[in-house]
């Protein structure tokens, strides 16, 4: 009698289940890292309008406190951007006497060109979070003690702003969850949450603050939240 399928066809289902099974594991891991917000948001780098904005320059050499231009991050969830007539304030023609070549001129022209046209900048956003999660409320976070630095990263170092970090839903929820075992991880006194520097430095050795980290994380008399209507709604 003569065999209807080779031997070798023995070996196939086990090849076929060891393929299929090998595709999905590589499919579910390259979507786990291509398509989530750590790969696809961070280092976000948007090209800005005429010169950009030198965080590096404003907030780090000159010192430019981050309320300066962003001045309702305590009153408001939004982190306003500034009005042309902030820029203005400063880039007004002759107004900075030590920025008066051609180079810097040319930089900043596009603030002046704004200001006369009565027009706002069309700064290119950095920082969007999704439709369905309502906006970052920066009052709360900064009434709570966390810092720029948590969210954003060493702005003071950022010719260009860029995405720091993931700002993803487990990413949110891991920091909720951490900042009630490990708040010295979190929390800074709120009179330090724009002075980056001292806040980076004070977030690289946090077991010498956990005491006044605890302290802190008491006075909030709140547990942050993780139920889905707490940002969903």
């Given at each position: 009698?003569?065999?209807?399928?080779?031997?070798?066809?023995?070996?196939?289902?086990?090849?076929?289940?060891?393929?299929?099974v090998g595709g999905l594991t590589a499919a579910v891991g390259l979507?786990?890292?291509?398509?989530?917000?750590?790969?696809?948001?961070?280092?976000?780098?948007?090209?800005?309008?005429?010169?950009?904005?030198?965080?590096?320059?404003?907030?780090?050499?000159?010192?430019?406190?981050?309320?300066?231009?962003?001045?309702?991050?305590?009153?408001?969830?939004?982190?306003?951007?500034?009005?042309?007539?902030?820029?203005?304030?400063?880039?007004?023609?002759?107004?900075?006497?030590?920025?008066?070549?051609?180079?810097?001129?040319?930089?900043?022209?596009?603030?002046?060109?704004?200001?006369?046209?009565?027009?706002?900048?069309?700064?290119?956003?950095?920082?969007?979070?999704?439709?369905?999660?309502?906006?970052?409320?920066?009052?709360?976070?900064?009434?709570?003690?966390?810092?720029?630095?948590?969210?954003?990263?060493?702005?003071?170092?950022?010719?260009?702003?860029?995405?720091?970090?993931?700002?993803?839903?487990?990413?949110?929820?891991?920091?909720?969850?951490?900042?009630?075992?490990?708040?010295?991880?979190?929390?800074?006194?709120?009179?330090?949450?724009?002075?980056?520097?001292?806040?980076?430095?004070?977030?690289?050795?946090?077991?010498?603050?956990?005491?006044?980290?605890?302290?802190?994380?008491?006075?909030?008399?709140?547990?942050?939240?993780?139920?889905?209507?707490?940002?969903?709604?």
């Amino acid at each position: 009698m003569s065999v209807i399928f080779p031997r070798w066809m023995n070996s196939l289902p086990p090849v076929l289940a060891v393929g299929v099974v090998g595709g999905l594991t590589a499919a579910v891991g390259l979507f786990w890292y291509y398509a989530t917000p750590k790969f696809w948001r961070v280092g976000y780098m948007p090209v800005q309008p005429g010169g950009g904005f030198n965080h590096q320059l404003h907030a780090g050499k000159l010192g430019m406190d981050c309320r300066y231009c962003h001045s309702k991050i305590e009153q408001s969830s939004e982190a306003n951007i500034p009005s042309v007539h902030v820029c203005y304030g400063c880039h007004a023609d002759n107004r900075l006497v030590q920025f008066t070549n051609a180079t810097h001129k040319a930089k900043t022209d596009f603030v002046r060109e704004a200001y006369v046209k009565d027009e706002p900048i069309a700064w290119n956003r950095v920082h969007k979070l999704p439709d369905y999660v309502r906006n970052f409320p920066h009052d709360i976070h900064i009434a709570a003690g966390v810092s720029c630095y948590s969210c954003h990263g060493q702005i003071m170092g950022m010719p260009i702003v860029y995405h720091a970090q993931p700002l993803s839903m487990s990413w949110c929820l891991d920091c909720h969850r951490d900042v009630q075992v490990n708040p010295q991880n979190h929390l800074v006194p709120k009179d330090m949450v724009t002075k980056l520097i001292a806040v980076e430095n004070r977030l690289a050795n946090p077991q010498e603050h956990a005491g006044e980290a605890a302290k802190l994380l008491e006075n909030i008399k709140l547990v942050p939240p993780e139920n889905c209507g707490a940002c969903h709604y």
